[in-house]
């Protein structure tokens, strides 16, 4: 095993990303967390063990994959499982005296497996609800001007019947007789290193520090029932496709009065037959005659808002562009708008009248 790879760090790490590099890890994949890995959990302990000592790692940088091979034939000591604590405790604790004090809430309780065995994982007594994801469609105009949109989610909402203290109607809610209200319980132990002070959440009330004496007929106990509610969202000037608007608080309630996650709604704008959107400007195309080309015109070209008045300067090739100033797309951050990109397009008759072909012949007589 590459102890360097096993925790993401280049060899000349210092002992600083060594550390912080085992943190994040410890944290990630241990075993009492969601989708944690008891086997990586052991794996990086066992390289922070080695690569946090510089005599360790001395011998390790020397040794390379016969580390183990080494130890065993006495080319080195002091490493055996992980019977030596003081260089992995050193990446957390905090010293009082005596007393090495954590906070299972920040390590997630890293320490359990090592102290007494696996201890419940600190939480918060109120867990926040889940952030929810939706789509929504906007027509091409929609999303230039904004429009208000008014869309039905299912989500969970404060139980009417409870009133979202999860208990039944009429029903006794008591202090916890094991936490006293305090929604955790303290252990000490006594380590090679001292006494270690760990603090969990009462299993009891499960952190809230009540109990009720019956559960919600109507949300089981969890203070929060799931309906369907319309929500108005607005939607800004100027959104782009793929762009994601955030709405705080709209999200699940959590359990028991938990605060409330957001909710995300994610935008899809429809194509337009006539326009297009490039950045804040709209690219469309018009069409005019060859003698409008050579001569010259005053035509109407469409807009968004409607039409307006476009100079065709004489002589103008196909595929020439003019701006229209401030007929484009708002800008999210700010009051001005882009432009409007209108191309020219001449138009070439597929059939003419003997009038039309006299007198392109006499036009083409004259070299035009």
């Known amino acids: 095993m590459d102890y360097y790879a096993t925790l993401g760090v280049h060899k000349n790490a210092s002992q600083e990303e060594i550390k912080k ?16 890995d008891e086997k990586k959990f052991k794996e990086i302990n066992e390289a922070y063990q080695v690569l946090s000592n510089s005599e360790k790692k001395t011998q390790y940088d020397q040794y390379g994959k016969t580390f183990e091979q080494a130890q065993s034939q006495g080319g080195f000591h002091g490493f055996d499982g992980f019977q030596d604590f003081s260089d ?65 989610i299912n989500k969970f909402n404060t139980c009417l019947h409870c009133h979202g203290n999860a208990a039944e109607p009429g029903t006794k809610i008591s202090t916890c007789s094991t936490c006293y209200g305090t929604g955790q319980v303290q252990h000490i132990q006594s380590t090679i290193l001292g006494q270690f002070r760990t603090v969990g959440v009462c299993s009891d009330c499960q952190g809230e520090g009540k109990k009720a004496e019956k559960k919600c007929v109507e949300c089981n106990g969890q203070g929060r029932i799931r309906k369907t509610e319309k929500i108005e969202v607005e939607i800004p000037a100027g959104i782009d496709q793929g762009q994601t608007l955030k709405l705080s608080h709209q999200g699940d309630i959590g359990i028991k009065g938990g605060r409330k996650g957001d909710l995300y709604v994610n935008v899809h704008i429809l194509p337009h037959s006539k326009f ?75 059939k003419l009248t003997k009038e039309q072909k006299k007198l392109l012949e006499e036009l083409k007589k004259q070299g035009c």
């Open 21 to 36: 590099a085992f943190r994040k890890k410890a944290h990630l994949y241990h075993p009492d967390k969601p989708g944690g």
């Open 88 to 152: 992995f405790s050193e990446a957390f604790r905090s010293n009082k005296g005596n007393r090495v004090e954590f906070n299972f809430e920040d390590l997630g309780d890293v320490f359990g497996d090592f102290f007494g065995g696996k201890t419940q994982r600190q939480t918060t007594r109120k867990t926040q609800g889940n952030d929810i994801e939706v789509e929504i469609s906007l027509k091409f105009e929609e999303a230039v001007f904004g429009v208000k949109k008014q869309i039905e």
């Open 276 to 350: 297009k959107r490039k950045g804040n400007d709209i690219l469309s195309k018009t069409t005019i005659t060859f003698s409008q080309a050579v001569l010259g015109d005053k035509i109407e070209v469409e807009t968004l808002e409607g039409k307006v008045r476009l100079k065709i300067p004489a002589g103008t090739l196909s595929g020439k562009v003019f701006r229209l100033i401030n007929k484009g797309v708002p800008y999210l951050q700010h009051r001005s708008r882009g432009d409007q990109l209108v191309e020219i397009i001449i138009f070439v008759p597929q």
